[in-house]
């Protein structure tokens, strides 16, 4: 007797649990549409715009820039790194 007692007092519990969570969650109401509408989505070609675009490569003339000079070996070669054995303890 007090076993189904118990049983249905822990059903009846889980239950009420089940429906109170039902019913606060279904108090938010989450809509399909977003917040923030989208762009709409144009029909015109916008790389139009650099159809005419220059590039000034005046900068690649100037004395500064020529006086530049590599220091140490490029590409930089690495060498050996690391260690064959990456369990070993040193």
């Not at 039902?22 to 989505?41: G, N």
């Not at 590599?70 to 930089?76: I, L, Y």
């Amino acid at each position: 007797m007090q076993s189904n007692q118990n049983k249905l007092l822990l059903a009846l519990i889980i239950i009420l649990g089940l429906a109170a969570g039902y019913i606060y969650y279904s108090q938010f109401s989450f809509s399909s549409s977003p917040v923030v509408a989208p762009l709409p989505i144009s029909a015109k070609d916008d790389l139009k715009k650099f159809e005419t675009l220059k590039i000034n490569f005046s900068i690649l003339d100037n004395a500064k820039y020529k006086s530049l000079e590599v220091f140490g070996e490029s590409p930089v070669v690495p060498g050996v790194t690391g260690k064959k054995d990456i369990f070993a303890p040193f």
